[in-house]
């Protein structure tokens, strides 16, 4: 698999990555067997890069990345922090990153954390000197050997990459996300900060799989955060309109090469973009882990068909979600 760096973590990783938030919670029930089954398939088709955090499962997806790395060691992983207190800037002190930090090192079954990102806080936070201070600290006191941040905003987005010392910034960025092509993913590479993009799939909605009678199991948040009920309604479908999703992916199919599935042509318009370091689709099984790695061997879209996904979105997707984040 193609490898890039990971922006200033000085890291080289596979281009397509895996997302382990599934494998925690919020996605259906998804057995311990079946969680490690899954990340050995990932690694075996040229993943390097795993993303967590402490709150998946409360901790759950930490364990079981932390299983598969006494088995395979030497991949990249990355976590995130601050979601399981209640959202006040306040929290986001050194304390309690220490505190945090420790929980998440003892899950994972490390000394040090590969890259620990702030996981979507309150926006001030960004803004916060003594956060970055905070951070610092940690990576001198060998706890992380890089920070970066997973923003929802494009705004929050900049305001971290004019930080020295941010690694990465983990962003949605995917067919039906286009805003941070225009200012985000320039600013990053003049940076050297590293783009991680999320909900590649916009939750599957990207895969081609789902029609209007598709139903979610109660404990998936694409039943029960359409509307933000539970967190930011863009982590789910990327904040579009289940029904406006489903037609635009069905103006989107015509443009997929043979060869090639929904779900691939999706994370192959992504590992186009210039400045994206890696991509992080999830999987619940290992055939949805070995379709996704696979992406990265099809060769770039045409210039024709990235003006054709541009149109698609400008005509149904933009009107519901580019201002907004």
């Not at 057995?31 to 993303?51: C, P, Q, R």
Request: net charge negative; charged share 25%.
């Amino acid at each position: 698999m193609e490898t890039r760096e990971l922006g200033r973590t000085g890291r080289q990783v596979g281009v397509v990555g895996l997302g382990a938030w599934q494998l925690g919670a919020d996605w259906g029930e998804v057995g311990e067997d079946e969680a490690l089954a899954t990340l050995h398939a990932a690694v075996d088709s040229g993943v390097t890069f795993i993303d967590t955090a402490d709150v998946y499962g409360d901790g759950r997806s930490e364990q079981i990345v932390g299983k598969l790395l006494k088995e395979r060691p030497g991949l990249t992983v990355a976590t995130k922090m601050g979601r399981r207190v209640a959202q006040e800037t306040s929290a986001y002190n050194l304390d309690n990153f220490r505190a945090w930090n420790d929980r998440s090192r003892q899950n994972l079954g490390v000394d040090t954390l590969d890259l620990v990102q702030l996981h979507c806080p309150p926006t001030p936070v960004y803004a916060r000197q003594e956060v970055y201070d905070a951070l610092d600290t940690l990576v001198e006191e060998g706890r992380i050997a890089a920070y970066g941040v997973s923003v929802e905003t494009c705004e929050e987005a900049l305001t971290a990459i004019a930080r020295p010392n941010v690694a990465t910034v983990q962003i949605i960025l995917n067919a039906f996300r286009l805003k941070p092509l225009e200012r985000v993913l320039p600013a990053a590479a003049e940076a050297g900060v590293g783009i991680i993009a999320r909900v590649p799939l916009a939750s599957g909605l990207l895969s081609g799989r789902y029609d209007a009678h598709t139903e979610f199991a109660a404990d998936d948040h694409r039943n029960y955060n359409r509307h933000g009920e539970a967190f930011d309604v863009g982590e789910t479908f990327s904040g579009v309109d289940y029904a406006t999703g489903l037609a635009a992916v069905e103006r989107l199919k015509p443009l997929v090469p043979e060869g090639m599935t929904t779900a691939q042509f999706a994370l192959r318009w992504v590992i186009d973009q210039p400045g994206v370091s890696v991509v992080i689709p999830g999987a619940r099984n290992e055939r949805q882990a070995k379709g996704n790695a696979a992406a990265a061997s099809f060769s770039p879209l045409t210039e024709q068909t990235h003006a054709a996904v541009a149109g698609v979105y400008d005509e149904l997707i933009r009107p519901l979600v580019h201002d907004r984040w």
